[in-house]
């Protein structure tokens, strides 16, 4: 077990007061035996009144609504939360009949993952189908835990990748034929990648800790062991690709495992770094912050984001401003 922390702030900046329209929230995580709260704590200026809900995927989102206008928003997140995810490359304890793919979800299951099955991005060329058909090489079947984790490593150690804040996603196709992407685009090339097999795969975002930036993180017994990510030839030896930002990566649903996560930015398998926050079927319903302001669009100066991911035993933090 690892306890870690997060801080998250976003700060929006106006050349003028203006008015806000509802602004969501996807900033808490929910327990699960692999993740447990502990602390939390949401600072929003100006004041806002906030309500809670679940969405569709019960997901914990906050409403914040606004009276008075302002010239700069601000938003800070807080979160402590005992981490139990696995480490390294493990084996999963997969049912005899799904070790091998290709196989089939069983009947009663099927009603339940519904469209996390499903392809939505356009392919008419099927570059995708072609793009895993080459981890087959040749056969019929394989072995479903080595496929994947080829597909996941030959992202990591393959496409480029790329930090944006810009509002959407590349469709799966544009990520292949520019040969790189955000962790977002890449999460999304990875789960259409399995969903064109028939594996059931949602999105899923959060944040990703990387002991090199948090100083002191791997002197501690106890805490996480070293761990070398896949990486491009020509990329620094200890980066973490996306850590001390906002991250994403899949999940994909293997029988007899249940909900197992891939991070085809690092190549990372298990979730020893990931700090789950939310799922979803497609990364538009997965956004961390989203809403409005009532003003000209040039009244908009610009937006910064700050996250901290530390050990929470550690005073150090990793920092990365955009």
Request: proline residues 8%; contains cysteine.
């Amino acid at each position: 077990m690892t306890t870690l922390s997060v801080r998250h702030s976003t700060v929006y900046r106006y050349a003028r007061p203006v008015r806000f329209g509802e602004h969501r929230l996807m900033f808490r995580p929910r327990d699960s035996h692999d993740l447990r709260l502990v602390d939390t704590s949401l600072t929003i200026s100006p004041a806002a009144e906030v309500r809670w809900l679940h969405d569709v995927f019960s997901n914990s989102i906050a409403i914040a609504s606004f009276a008075e206008p302002a010239a700069e928003l601000r938003f800070e997140s807080r979160i402590t939360v005992e981490h139990y995810g696995l480490e390294g490359q493990p084996d999963f304890p997969l049912e005899p009949y799904a070790r091998t793919y290709p196989f089939s979800y069983p009947v009663e299951e099927i009603p339940d993952l519904g469209r996390t099955t499903e392809r939505h991005y356009p392919d008419p060329e099927r570059k995708i189908d072609a793009w895993v058909k080459g981890f087959f090489h040749g056969r019929s079947s394989v072995d479903t835990q080595e496929l994947l984790t080829e597909m996941n490593r030959t992202i990591a150690n393959q496409f480029g990748y790329q930090r944006r804040y810009a509002v959407g996603v590349q469709t799966p196709v544009e990520t292949l034929e520019l040969g790189s992407g955000s962790c977002r685009d890449l999460a999304l090339f990875m789960m259409s990648s399995a969903r064109s097999l028939g594996f059931a795969a949602r999105f899923v975002t959060g944040y990703l800790y990387d002991p090199a930036l948090d100083h002191q993180g791997t002197a501690q017994a106890g805490g996480p062991g070293p761990y070398q990510p896949a990486l491009q030839p020509d990329a620094p030896e200890t980066a973490i690709r996306g850590a001390g930002d906002t991250h994403a990566w899949v999940q994909i649903y293997l029988p007899g495992a249940g909900w197992v996560e891939f991070d085809p930015t690092n190549g990372l398998i298990g979730g020893s770094r990931l700090i789950r926050v939310g799922v979803a079927r497609d990364p538009n319903q997965a956004i961390p912050l989203q809403g409005t302001y009532v003003g000209a669009p040039e009244d908009f100066l610009e937006m910064s984001v700050e996250v901290e991911v530390t050990r929470s035993d550690h005073p150090t933090p990793q920092r990365a401003v955009g």
